[in-house]
């Protein structure tokens, strides 16, 4: 049969070389339907065999039309099947024959029609059909039928396609080559991916442990945290940090040392307070003897520090204050710990400091008093008393006498109130008071020397009170009068000689009036300590002050005796000519120029005087004896009445005027009075 010989036909030569000669294709294989399976292939891979048929299909257009379809897909049973209707047998058979469809066949396709098949070089002699028909033959070929079909098939564009693949050779080489590369960097981002795969699994597995642990942790920690809250505060209690025995026993003395020396107290009281309890702790028995040998230590060092700033105060032209402030009371928690865990050495300590303060203060205001000495102050002694001539007093004087000083008012107070108003509360220094060559009055060495007292009494009870806070008070007393009792003697002693010497009432009262305001500054900063000595200078000044009044007073009760002539009062009138004395005897006396400014001076001093004071009794006494003076001077100025009372009226006017602008208590009863005086003689009149 005529399918015998088709089956029989050889396959062209060069087929099965350029089947293996094709490149790989990435794509994914297609179902050959022509051929049921590889066996029959052997020689074709399945890469290469999609290849080649694609490249068939896409080269050979002309002649093999319905194999390109065959490659599409297309299989032989839907290409016979595609009509709906049963084929006429006829037909079929033509088409097995290879004879041409009729075009007068409405069933066939325009396709089909135009579609002609060659005849088979060689024809098969004996088909089995095997018992199928005709239809079922072609849609179901048997095995032999179907290889000797794919061969003939094959054969026919084996020879064009071998053509076009030399053509195309070069390009099938490069994507061979491309799909060559392709494949090794996938292979190798399989392995990265599969690596990666292998490493995030171990990964999760760590994660997963970590995560575990992290739990595990978790729950430890908060379980410690609960034990650390109940063991914390008893375990912290009956142990010391290394860091603050290193600092006690080996660093120097700052801040850090006092911030350790303070932890070092906590822990000893929290340790006294548990040795004290019923319950014996063991911890706690532990830890005492190494805390009394830190204790030790730190006394032991506390010790040495104090002993040096101690000598450092007797070094020469040392400032106390500075290291008062800047060593001592910085760090005065020292002395605190030295004085409760070791009292005697506190005490030795405490007296070691009494000792050298007392020298210091004694030393250098010893130094100051011989400075202020060498000032040069006015001299008013017994002759400048308000009844005395001085012209007389002056002529009279023996010689030899110390010489004249610069003229001065001994009754007129001038500006000598200003060092109560002066803004200036500095103490004169030493050097200034050497050098100063000007005259002054008693009261300005008095100030200086007391403003400087008060000024260091201030600042070393401040400082007693704050370095030996834990003493008592009556204690501190005690230590402060031991330190500046040599002081205050000093200072009272050089009141004294000022002093005693010197008739200067008013220098006197504003010593007083100075006084006081030192007792008035120390009670404003609150240093009571000082009382003692303010009174024992007030002792002074009042009891001198009576005396120089006394001989004022004196002074114009003796003048008053050498009234009684006319002579006598022309003589102690301003113009001392007895001629001219009818015409003169009314003006106002010399002595009134002198009580008036003298009791001017008074009351200035004494505008806030107290009720309390002495000087309101001195002046009654002092204005009795003028007043005395006056009458009987007026007698000595004719026997006429109205003459004798104009002048009485014009003294009293003069000393009306003369304190008019004093203010205060006592100087408004002086007012009153001469008022009172000047009216009773208006109404004589």
Request: charged share 25%; glycine share 4%; proline share 4%.
């Amino acid at each position: 049969m005529w399918l015998d010989r088709l089956s029989n036909q050889p396959t062209p030569s060069g087929s099965p070389s350029m089947a293996q000669s094709r490149s790989y294709s990435p794509a994914p294989r297609r179902a050959n339907h022509l051929a049921p399976g590889a066996q029959s292939r052997p020689n074709y891979s399945p890469r290469s065999s999609s290849l080649s048929v694609v490249s068939r299909s896409n080269t050979s257009t002309t002649s093999l039309q319905g194999v390109g379809k065959l490659t599409n897909g297309s299989t032989l049973k839907q290409e016979i099947t595609a009509s709906q209707d049963v084929d006429n047998p006829l037909d079929v058979l033509r088409r097995v024959i290879g004879s041409s469809v009729s075009k007068e066949n409405p069933t066939h396709s325009a396709t089909e029609a135009d579609t002609s098949i060659e005849k088979p070089q060689s024809l098969v002699e004996d088909i089995a059909f095997n018992g199928m028909s005709l239809d079922d033959f072609v849609q179901f070929p048997p095995e032999g039928a179907q290889e000797r079909t794919q061969s003939r098939a094959h054969s026919q564009f084996s020879a064009q396609s071998v053509e076009e693949y030399d053509k195309e050779k070069d390009k099938f080489d490069d994507l061979h080559r491309s799909i060559l590369a392709c494949d090794n960097v996938l292979k190798s981002v399989e392995i990265s991916l599969t690596s990666f795969q292998r490493d995030l699994g171990h990964v999760s597995a760590e994660i997963e442990t970590l995560q575990n642990r992290s739990t595990a942790l978790n729950t430890r920690l908060e379980n410690r945290k609960v034990v650390e809250k109940l063991l914390g505060p008893a375990v912290e209690d009956v142990s010391i940090s290394p860091t603050i025995v290193r600092i006690i026993s080996e660093d120097p003395i700052d801040e850090n040392w006092s911030k350790a020396l303070a932890d070092l107290g906590k822990k000893l009281k929290v340790i006294e307070s548990k040795l004290k309890g019923s319950d014996t702790i063991k911890a706690v028995t532990d830890i005492k003897p190494l805390l009394d040998n830190l204790t030790n230590k730190a006394v032991e060092r506390i010790r040495d520090y104090l002993v040096v700033q101690v000598k450092s105060l007797r070094s020469p032209n040392i400032n106390a204050q500075i290291i008062q402030q800047r060593t001592l009371l910085k760090y005065k928690d020292l002395y605190v710990f030295l004085y409760r865990h070791h009292l005697p050495l506190a005490e030795g300590i405490a007296q070691a400091y009494i000792n050298t303060m007392r020298w210091y203060f004694m030393n250098n205001f010893t130094r100051y008093r011989q400075a202020l000495e060498k000032l040069s102050t006015y001299q008013v002694d017994r002759h400048d008393a308000l009844g005395n001539d001085q012209s007389v007093q002056r002529a009279n004087k023996a010689p030899g006498a110390r010489p004249a000083q610069a003229s001065h008012d001994a009754f007129n107070i001038g500006r000598r109130m200003d060092i109560l108003k002066s803004a200036n509360a500095t103490a004169m220094s030493s050097y200034l008071a050497e050098e100063d060559k000007t005259l002054h009055h008693i009261e300005v060495p008095f100030r200086n020397f007391n403003r400087a007292l008060i000024d260091n009494v201030s600042s070393e009870y401040s400082f007693l009170s704050e370095f030996f806070y834990t003493t008592s008070f009556p204690q501190m007393s005690r230590r402060f009068t031991e330190i500046f009792e040599p002081t205050f003697s000093l200072g009272q002693s050089l009141t004294k000689d000022l002093i005693d010497s010197t008739y200067d009432c008013l220098g006197i009262l504003l010593c007083v009036r100075l006084n006081q305001h030192f007792a008035f500054e120390l009670q404003r900063r609150k240093v009571p300590v000082a009382d003692g000595y303010i009174n024992g200078t007030n002792m002074l000044l009042w009891p001198r002050f009576q005396v120089a009044m006394d001989l004022h007073c004196e002074s114009i009760r003796q003048l008053a005796t050498t009234v009684s002539s006319r002579s006598a009062a022309s003589k102690l009138s301003f113009t001392g000519n007895a001629s001219d004395a009818s015409k003169q005897s009314t003006a106002p006396h010399y002595l009134t120029q002198r009580f008036g400014l003298f009791l001017y001076g008074i009351l200035a001093v004494s505008y806030d005087a107290g009720d309390d004071e002495p000087v309101s009794s001195s002046l009654s006494r002092l204005r009795n004896e003028y007043e005395v003076f006056l009458g009987k001077a007026s007698r000595g100025a004719g026997v006429d009445a109205k003459k004798r009372e104009r002048f009485l009226g014009n003294n009293y006017a003069l000393v009306l005027t003369i304190i008019a602008d004093t203010e205060g208590k006592l100087a408004l009863e002086q007012k009153r009075h001469f008022e009172e005086l000047k009216r009773a003689l208006g109404e004589q009149q």
